[in-house]
């Protein structure tokens, strides 16, 4: 148990739609990522929020956004959804490194989502 | 780019010791890691270790770091049916592991009864 959850747990949509996806991070937790997983691949960066404000991102496109609340929870929302979007949506969540926090990032379960 | 391999699967018998090898290619990695993934489940964090040390041990887990060769392993010994998951190398960039993460594809292990 990492203390990171995610909802839902799966989600079917249609091509063009919407998804928000949620996630919660530890208590403490100030960083959290957000990575894609593909079938058979390793999860890739898509981006990360630290303090609620965009602190790096992958090589997603603009229609993947984010958003990171000060309740240790956050969003990731991609519209216009497309088939090679389906996949394994993961998120990660870090400690404030000014508290002496480790530097691993914990993961949640992920939200499955399948585009048709 | 950065770019992290690894063998696509490796089975053993239990009882005896499995080796996941990874090579990657950025030389400024801070910190590497070792996560496993078993089927529908998310990522669990079994190990890291930073880039000035060239061994850790943690129970079962040996892990081995080559910087000059940019090779990292993971020993299990003593491998259970329980290990059989996918072993995902990983490495850090940034001054601190809150940076992102940049995984391999991640090597199926297979541990026969």
């Known amino acids: 148990e990492t203390g990171v959850t995610q909802s839902p747990t799966h989600l079917i949509k249609t091509r063009g739609q919407q998804v928000t996806l949620r996630c919660s991070s530890q208590s403490g937790h100030n960083t959290v990522s957000w990575y894609q997983q593909a079938l058979g691949q390793g999860p890739q960066f898509i981006f990360q929020y630290y303090r609620e404000e965009e602190n790096g991102r992958g090589n997603f496109p603009p229609r993947f956004s984010g958003l990171q609340f000060p309740n240790y929870s956050s969003e990731l929302n991609v519209n216009a959804l497309e088939l090679d979007d389906s996949a394994l949506y993961l998120c990660?969540?870090?400690?404030?490194?000014?508290?002496?926090?480790?530097?691993?990032?914990?993961f949640g379960p992920g939200t499955r989502l399948t585009v048709l | 780019g950065e770019d992290v391999e690894q063998s696509l699967f490796l089975s053993v018998r239990e009882g005896d010791s499995s080796v996941i090898n990874c090579t990657y290619t950025d030389s400024s990695s801070t910190y590497l890691y070792w996560y496993k993934q078993e089927p529908g489940a998310g990522l669990q964090l079994l190990t890291y270790?930073?880039?000035?040390?060239d061994m850790k041990q943690d129970q079962r887990l040996t892990v081995l770091l080559n910087k000059k060769d940019k090779h990292l392993s993971l020993r299990i010994a003593d491998t259970q049916t329980g290990d059989s998951a996918i072993y995902f190398c990983?490495?850090?960039?940034?001054?601190?592991?809150?940076?992102?993460?940049?995984f391999g594809t991640g090597t199926r292990l297979t541990v026969i009864p």
């Open positions: 990983a490495e850090s960039l940034g001054q601190t592991g809150a940076n992102n993460l940049f």
């Open positions: 990660a969540s870090s400690p404030d490194q000014s508290s002496g926090g480790t530097d691993t990032q914990y």
């Open positions: 270790i930073f880039s000035n040390m």
